[in-house]
């Protein structure tokens, strides 16, 4: 059974920083797809971050570039969502997610796909 687990969310003040983990299981996590997604109250949900997690490429969001940094530790079959200069419009639950398929190169939007795993959610309060 394939299972995602993040922890990390929690309230900061502008300006602050918090860093997210997904650590899965079920799955080996090396050349697969990982990203994190957000949805805020009556937003859609969104991709800010995704990575391949055996080359290492990453593609974020616009409104995300520069502040958020997604990376991952394979041996811990973990990803992280380093993310600064937080900003109250950062406010939302956040949603790992993971492709059960490996990838040799750049990952595609992951929720084009049908082979998509998803976390619980952490939630990330940002008070101005």
């Known amino acids: 059974q394939v299972q995602l687990v993040e922890s990390g969310g929690g309230s900061v003040q502008a300006g602050g920083s918090l860093r997210l983990s997904c650590t899965v299981s079920?799955?080996?996590?090396?050349?697969?797809?990982m990203g994190w997604f957000r949805q805020a109250p009556g937003k859609k949900r969104e991709e800010v971050a995704r990575?391949?997690?055996?080359?290492?490429?990453?593609a974020y969001d616009d409104s995300v570039k520069g502040r958020f940094t997604i990376t991952r530790d394979n041996a811990r079959n973990t990803a992280y969502l380093q993310m600064t200069s937080l900003k109250p419009e950062d406010t939302a639950m956040y949603y790992c997610?993971?492709?059960?398929?490996?990838?040799?190169?750049?990952?595609?939007?992951?929720?084009?796909?049908?082979?998509?795993?998803w976390g619980q959610g952490t939630q990330v309060t940002v008070s101005s």
């Open positions: 997610a993971a492709l059960r398929t490996g990838f040799t190169g750049v990952c595609p939007p992951l929720e084009t796909r049908a082979d998509i795993f």
């Open positions: 079920g799955i080996a996590t090396i050349y697969k797809c």
């Open positions: 990575l391949n997690t055996g080359i290492g490429i990453t």
